[in-house]
Structure formats: C-alpha cells, structure tokens
C-alpha cells in the first residue's frame, strides 16, 4: 500500500514537500514515481527514481524545481518542490512498481501497478 501526504494551499514561488510511505512488500519494489493530474486533465509523469537507489528522471516542467528522493530503510518517497507555479496546482499520486524494466516506460502511468491516493496542491497567483 502507498499512502502519499504533505499536499495543501502555498502561494506562487513557495515549497511544498510529499511524502509517500509504502507498506507490504516493500522489498520488491523496483522503481517509484510522481505523478499529477490537474482538473480537466490527464495524468501525468513528474518523477520518478529507482527504489535500491540511484538515477532520478524528472518531467521537463519540473526540472531544476523538483526534487525526488527515496529512503528505503523508512520506506519513505518525497517530492521536494521549490519555486511553484500555478500550474503545479494538481492531485499528486505515487506509485510504485516491481518490474525490473519499468525505467524504461518510467513515464507511462500504466507501468505502475500501485498507486497511492491523491493528495492536493494548490499554488495561488
């Protein structure tokens, strides 16, 4: 199970961070990631990082903004997000996947097999 928390209403430039803790069979998790859906639209990929460790992948709209990072002794994913706009205003979901290749389809929502719930973010002008 995935439980994602940390969302809530911040002002254009400001910082948020989630969390995501996993329960279960944490051990055979591959790759976790961050995705978001703002009203109207589709889901889509913010991040993503393999559970052992190592190499992060990120969306081009959140480069350099956003930060992924995964303890796994805690089992505990974050989403460190600094310099919001607007348009991050979404239900941010984690998931997490036990397949060894799903870095290579790390961007695609239906590579995932968990999904935690929503939890929203709001940033005002």
């Known amino acids: 199970q995935l439980q994602a928390s940390g969302g809530g209403l911040v002002q254009a430039g400001g910082s948020l961070n989630l969390s995501c803790a996993a329960s279960?069979?944490?051990?055979?998790?591959?790759?976790m990631g961050w995705f978001r859906q703002a009203p109207g639209k589709e889901r889509e990929f913010v991040a993503a990082?393999?559970?052992?460790?190592?190499?992060?992948y990120y969306a081009d709209s959140v480069k350099g903004r956003f930060t992924i990072s995964i303890d796994n002794a805690k089992n505990m994913l974050y989403l460190q997000m600094n310099s919001l706009k607007p348009e991050d205003t979404a239900a941010y979901y984690c998931?997490?996947?036990?397949?060894?290749?799903?870095?290579?389809?790390?961007?695609?929502?239906?590579?995932?097999?968990?999904w935690g719930q929503g939890t929203l973010v709001t940033v005002s002008s």
């Open positions: 990082g393999w559970w052992s460790g190592g190499a992060k």
């Open positions: 998931a997490a996947d036990k397949s060894r290749n799903w870095v290579y389809r790390r961007g695609q929502r239906n590579t995932y097999d968990y």
């Open positions: 279960g069979r944490t051990l055979s998790i591959s790759g």
